[in-house]
């Protein structure tokens, strides 16, 4: 069985004079159905082209050319792995991390004794 063709010629959010729909159903091997409906549609002269695609299935689909003379239509058929939902990371491991602390705590520790200094000092002029 092949696309419902579906027209629809009132306004629509695209801005487009007329549209054009297929409304296809995916079938995938474990016995799941997607509908997924790209859109053809006019503005003027200017040809609009919007594709539909089922993040599940990995399926895009949409128009590539229309012949009203002919009443035919070619479709574009596309897959694409379905995305995964975690986030990789990548461990790195570096050998002198121990030496970074330890120049870390040395500078904070400078720091420290640099304000007691200045704080006494105060107190000196005082």
């Given at each position: 069985?092949?696309?419902?063709?579906?027209?629809?010629?009132?306004?629509?959010?695209?801005?487009?004079?007329?549209?054009?729909?297929?409304?296809?159903?995916?079938?995938?091997?474990?016995?799941?159905t997607f509908t997924?409906?790209?859109?053809?549609?006019?503005?003027?002269?200017?040809?609009?082209?919007?594709?539909?695609?089922?993040?599940?299935?990995?399926?895009?689909?949409?128009?590539?050319?229309?012949?009203?003379?002919?009443?035919?239509?070619?479709?574009?058929?596309?897959?694409?792995?379905?995305?995964?939902?975690?986030?990789?990371?990548?461990?790195?491991?570096?050998?002198?991390?121990?030496?970074?602390?330890?120049?870390?705590?040395?500078?904070?520790?400078?720091?420290?004794?640099?304000?007691?200094?200045?704080?006494?000092?105060?107190?000196?002029?005082?």
């Open positions: 069985m092949g696309p419902e063709i579906l027209t629809r010629t009132s306004s629509n959010k695209y801005g487009a004079d007329f549209l054009v729909g297929a409304k296809c159903k995916i079938y995938t091997t474990g016995g799941e997924v409906e790209p859109l053809f549609g006019q503005t003027g002269n200017d040809a609009l082209y919007i594709e539909d695609r089922s993040k599940e299935a990995g399926i895009v689909i949409g128009f590539v050319k229309i012949d009203p003379n002919e009443k035919k239509f070619l479709l574009a058929i596309g897959e694409k792995t379905p995305e995964r939902d975690f986030i990789i990371m990548k461990a790195i491991v570096f050998p002198y991390i121990n030496v970074l602390w330890l120049g870390a705590i040395l500078m904070g520790f400078g720091t420290f004794v640099a304000f007691l200094r200045r704080l006494k000092q105060t107190k000196d002029l005082k």
